[in-house]
């Protein structure tokens, strides 16, 4: 392990083979919000390059890394995606409502997804360290 500054800092080797043993509770975070980075740079070029889905991807993208890499900043990031998610998600809802009903539905999920992960993160125990 590599201290820099009192913080101890994980290889990136050992976090990738260490990710072999994480349960899907662990991953299921992680994979949300690399996946939805991703999806929104893809939908860059189709929405005509709107800068709010450009920054909400890329924040996803480093949120996904926050919670890949256990840093102490993922959570805060968590919230933050919280309230732009629900922002984003209310807001193309309402201008588009019955107008075109799959993205009505795929913009639901992405929100009720988005608020099952924050609360799933933020109330995640941490175990004690007394335990086997």
Do not use: C
């Not at 500054?5 to 349960?23: C, R, Y």
């Not at 890329?58 to 998610?85: D, E, H, N, Q």
């Not at 993205?103 to 992405?110: E, M, Q």
């Amino acid at each position: 392990m590599h201290k820099v500054e009192g913080i101890k800092k994980v290889p990136l080797a050992s976090q990738l083979k260490a990710m072999k043993t994480m349960d899907v509770r662990t991953l299921a975070p992680i994979v949300f919000y690399a996946a939805v980075g991703i999806l929104f740079l893809v939908l860059l070029p189709f929405a005509n390059f709107p800068p709010h889905i450009a920054l909400t991807g890329i924040t996803s993208l480093i949120t996904a890394y926050g919670l890949f890499g256990k840093r102490f900043w993922a959570k805060w990031l968590v919230v933050a995606m919280f309230f732009v998610a629900t922002t984003l998600s209310l807001s193309i809802v309402y201008y588009i409502l019955f107008t075109n009903w799959v993205v009505d539905i795929i913009i639901i999920a992405y929100a009720v997804l988005t608020w099952i992960f924050t609360a799933f993160i933020l109330l995640k125990e941490k175990p004690s360290e007394t335990e086997p």
